[in-house]
């Protein structure tokens, strides 16, 4: 049996949440185990820094993944280096894990266009803001790959809000239809900022959609990492198989939690429970993972300082890089609008760019 | 010798699409009944069978599904030129063009582009119902990022199509439908390209300049021609492209005349006509002799047909408006 032959609601577990093992321990190395452990701690530190820096007025608005490491390191982690990551905008640790440095992702943060520019080789799409826009991105450019006769997968997270949303059902639904090599992984937060996943959906689960498009679907335990392992591997290697008999597509269900706020302009005591937080703060998914390595002799507390260190002075180090980095040339704003910048958009430019020599960048900037 | 066949404007259209998707492997074409058959308007007759359901693709009927998923396969360094059906159905899809589309290149500072030409008929003048005569040009001519494109004869459309599709940049190629089987023009085989951003001059003339695209050219060149018997002498402007505008041919033919007249069967709000106004404004004032007209359709919904031709810039309502300009 495979994980996709389970019922909507039989969630896929691997560590309860005391770390204990209660289902099929995936084949990775203890190295690997470790380095998933960082992942994860380095994902939940930038996380803590990124909120501060906002605060600080170092960084503008910002959307918080606490709580949702397991879930993006987890599956981030099962993606070859030629697949392809179609993030929504609060995947900067599933984005980390696939090669897009730290830096990137502050830059964005900060204002910076360059943030979305990943370097080359690293497959990871834009941030997209509006809601489930980027599920047919993510089902076109797999179908992209499919005509051309590739074999890459194609990862596409969006959250519970996104599956109300039409634009999840028509990229859904396309999957299905042209059996696109697309993996779609719902972090289910149990949020969309003050709505909770009751008010998105009378279905019982959010896996059980995939029903309506032919396409597997499997829910798993979100803050269980080697849980989200597993089935995200089973996923891809299902889509890059072009001789599977089931459906290339699948849509997963991962159940988590956000901890903070949906962004840092919003204030989530208005609308729910620290009852509720701290229930879920009982399952977070780095305290389940170390003491399955401490028990297992992978991790001690020697190892996980060492971890500690080097997971600040990352952080420290890409925050010291991207706010070194200069404010974009002027140019910038008008460079990449079109393949060849426009006689108009020339004039444009130009205009500005005189007023800014005559007056100074004093009288164009606020700080 | 060059072989050409005489080809109505939808005919052209298809010959476009049928010499792209022979030229380059990466075009595909996509939309709803575009595959088997052959498109409502038959712009995609018989490409099914000779390229295959793999070129040309029968989609769900969903917009924004079939512009997004395109958007994904461009971004991957595909082709595709999807079609909505008629332009009245875009706006399902609009969210996609505006928020993805357009943007994808400034999103990513030029690692992805999308060389994507999304294709619809446009505009009113064939007694069709509700939600299938709109005139929306402007909402994309208004969006950085996009080229909007607008033929109005056969050898063109498909010259034009052929840019757009091989335009790195995403294009949104609006087909006007009242003159999709109006008249028939010669037409090569072989693949040519009509320059995006280019206007052209279809009359000359010293007294007022007349500007107009798609649909409208026709019953604007009629009524030059009768004005011209009358002893004014309108130098007609077709832009072809309205965004990016021809600026420079704009105020050109301005400063030889004048005088100007805007012609769009858009509502006149907000219009391409307010643009070139504009424009002129900027850059030709002095030369400026009479206010600069406009002959556009009403700030109201589309109508039923009973009464588009009231609705409809006519040949009749459009000499009203260069006199105005030229008696002034």
Redesign the interface.
Known sequence: MTVFDRAYDDTVRVLDEDGEVVGDVPDLDDESLVDMYRHMRVARHFDGRAVSLQRQGRMGTYPPLCGQEGAQIGSAYALDDDDWM?PSYREHGAALVHGLPLKQTLLYWMGH??G???PPGVNV????V?IA?Q???????????K??GENDAFICYFGDGATSE??FH??V??AG?FDTPTVFFCNNNQWAISVPRERQTRSATLAQKAEAYGIDGVQVDGMDPLAVYSVTTAALEKARDPDTDRPRPTLIEAVQYRFGAHTTADDPTVYRDDDEVERWKAKDPIDRLESYLRDEGILDDERVAEVESAVESRVADAIDEAESMARPDLR?LF??????L???LERQYEELAALRDDRGDAAFLED | MTETQNLTLVQAVRDGLHTELREDDDVVVMGQDVGKNGGVFRATEGLFDEFGGDRVIDTPLAESGIVGTAVGMAAMGMRPVPEIQFSGFMYPGFDQIVSHMARFRTRSRGQFTLPMTLRAPYGGGIRAPEHHSESKEAFYAHEAGLKVVVPSTPYEAKGLLAASIRDPDPVVFLEPKLIYRAFREEVPDEPYTVPIGEAATRREGDDVAVFTYGAMTRPTLEAAETLGQEGIECEVVDLRTVSPLDREAIVEAFEKTGRAVVVHEAPKTGGLGGEITAILQEEALLHQEAPIGRVAGFDVPYPLYALEDYYLPSAARIEEGILEAVEF
């Open positions: 179609v266009g360059d979305n520019n990943a799409f834009p941030v997209a509006p826009s599920v047919p991105h993510a089902t076109g450019a797999a179908w992209a790959s005509l051309r039409g634009d028509e990229g639904n396309f239809v910038e460079e990449h609008a079109y393949a060849e426009p006689p108009e």
